[in-house]
Nanobody, 124 residues
Framework: QVELVESGGGLVQAGGSLRLSCAASGRTFSTYSMGWFRQAPGKEREFVAAISWNSGNTYYADSVKGRFTISRDNAKNTVYLQMNSLKPEDTAVYYC?????????????????WGQGTQVTVSS
C-alpha cells in the first residue's frame, strides 16, 4: 500500500514556473514507477509525464515536452514535476500516481495508487 500526497500547486502567470512534489509513504517507493496526470474541468484525465523506478526512463506528453521535467529522489520517497513556461491550457488538477513494477506507463489504468491532486492555475 502506498499513500501519495501532492503539494506545490497554485496560481501563476503565463510564462511562469511551478514545482510540484509528491511524497509517498512506505518503504518500497523505489520499486514503483511514477507518473503525473492532470484533469481540467470538463475533460478527461490525461497523461503528463512518467519516470521509471531508477530514473532510467522518462516519458512526456507532447503537450509538455521541453517545458516539464519529471524527477524522483528515492531517498526522500518523493517525485517531482518541474513546470516551466506555463500556459493557460496547463490549468488543471495535477495528480501523481504509483505503478507496481518498473516499467513506465502512459495510461491511467496502468497505475495502482493515486494522490488527491493539487490545483494548478495559469492566468493569461
Amino acid at each position: 500500500q502506498v499513500e501519495l500526497v501532492e503539494s506545490g500547486g497554485g496560481l501563476v502567470q503565463a510564462g511562469g514556473s511551478l514545482r510540484l512534489s509528491c511524497a509517498a509513504s512506505g518503504r518500497t517507493f523505489s520499486t514503483y514507477s511514477m507518473g503525473w496526470f492532470r484533469q481540467a474541468p470538463g475533460k478527461e484525465r490525461e497523461f503528463v509525464a512518467a519516470i521509471s523506478w531508477n530514473s532510467g526512463n522518462t516519458y512526456y506528453a507532447d503537450s509538455v515536452k521541453g517545458r516539464f521535467t519529471i524527477s524522483r529522489d528515492n531517498a526522500k520517497n518523493t517525485v517531482y514535476l518541474q513546470m516551466n513556461s506555463l500556459k493557460p491550457e496547463d490549468t488543471a488538477v495535477y495528480y501523481c500516481a504509483a505503478r507496481t513494477g518498473r516499467g513506465i506507463a502512459t495510461m491511467a489504468v496502468g497505475y495502482d495508487y493515486w494522490g488527491q491532486g493539487t490545483q494548478v492555475t495559469v492566468s493569461s
